[in-house]
C-alpha cells in the first residue's frame, strides 16, 4: 500500500518571503499522480497543484511550484512571495493510476503567514 | 454552478443514533469517495464507487454504509453512531480514471455524543 508521509506538522513564513513544505511518498508503481491540496479555515479543500511521475518537468502555477524528485520519492512544495492568503493546511496526495480515483494523504503542514 | 454538495454542514448525533450524509454531483462524474479527516491524520478513505450501482471499501468502513442508485448521488449511512466517528466527512467526485482531478465538497462537521 501507498504512504505519505508530511514530516513538518507546522511551518511559518514572512509575507513576500519563500517557503517550501516537504512530502515524501512510498509506493512500488511506476505510474501515479501527486498533489498538493490547500484547506484554508472555511474547510473547502483546493487543488493547488498536480504532478504526473511520467514527466519530468516540474509542475508550475503561478507562485507555485515543486520539485518532484522521482527516485527519491520526494514531491515538495515552493510558495514564492508567500501572501496572507496562503495561510492554511497543506496536503499532499498520491493517487496511483491504477487505483481509480482513490487518494491517499499525508498528515498535512499548518502553514502560518506572518505580516 | 453547484459542483459537489454536502448536507449537513453541522450535525450532532447520540451514541447509537443512525444517520445518512447527503452528497450530490452535478458534473456527471463516474468517481465518487467518502473521507473522514481526523486531526494530525490527514483525510482517510472511508468508501467509494466507479459508478452507479457499484461501491467498494476503502481504508476505514467500518461502521459504514453507502449505495450509489445514481450517477449523482453518494450518501453514507452511519448504522449506530460512535464517539469514534466523531470527525470532518468530506465528498469527492471525479471525472476520469487516469488523471481526473478530484473535487471536494464542503465537508460535515459531525460531532457523536
Known amino acids: 500500500a501507498q504512504t505519505v508521509t508530511q514530516s513538518q506538522p507546522e511551518m511559518s513564513v514572512q509575507e513576500a518571503e519563500t517557503v517550501t513544505l516537504s512530502c515524501t511518498y512510498d509506493?512500488?508503481?511506476?505510474?501515479?499522480?501527486l498533489f498538493w491540496y490547500k484547506q484554508p479555515p472555511s474547510r473547502q479543500m483546493i487543488l493547488v497543484i498536480r504532478?504526473?511521475?511520467?514527466?519530468?518537468q516540474n509542475a508550475t502555477e503561478n507562485r507555485f511550484s515543486v520539485n518532484f524528485q522521482k527516485a527519491a520519492k520526494s514531491f515538495s512544495l515552493k510558495i514564492s512571495d508567500s501572501q496572507l492568503g496562503d495561510a492554511a493546511m497543506y496536503f499532499c496526495?498520491?493517487?496511483?493510476?491504477?487505483?481509480?480515483?482513490?487518494?491517499?494523504f499525508g498528515e498535512g503542514t499548518q502553514l502560518t503567514v506572518n505580516p | 454552478n453547484a459542483g459537489v454538495t454536502q448536507t449537513p454542514k453541522f450535525q450532532v448525533l447520540k451514541t447509537g443514533q443512525s444517520m445518512t450524509l447527503q452528497c450530490a454531483q452535478d458534473?456527471?462524474?463516474?468517481?465518487m469517495s467518502w473521507y473522514r479527516q481526523d486531526p494530525g491524520m490527514g483525510l482517510r478513505l472511508i468508501h467509494y464507487?466507479?459508478?452507479?450501482?457499484?461501491?467498494d471499501q476503502g481504508e476505514v468502513p467500518n461502521g459504514y454504509n453507502v449505495s450509489r442508485s445514481t450517477t449523482e448521488d453518494f450518501p453514507l449511512r452511519l448504522l449506530s453512531a460512535a464517539p469514534s466517528q466523531t470527525s470532518v466527512y468530506f465528498c469527492?467526485?471525479?471525472?476520469?480514471?487516469?488523471?481526473?482531478?478530484?473535487?471536494f465538497g464542503a465537508g460535515t462537521r459531525l460531532s457523536v455524543l
Open positions: 464507487s466507479v459508478g452507479a450501482g457499484i461501491t
Open positions: 458534473m456527471n462524474h463516474e468517481y
Open positions: 496526495a498520491y493517487r496511483s493510476y491504477t487505483s481509480g480515483s482513490r487518494l491517499t
Open positions: 504532478q504526473e511521475a511520467y514527466k519530468q
Open positions: 469527492a467526485s471525479s471525472l476520469s480514471r487516469q488523471g481526473g482531478i478530484q473535487y
Open positions: 509506493t512500488s508503481e511506476s505510474d501515479y499522480y
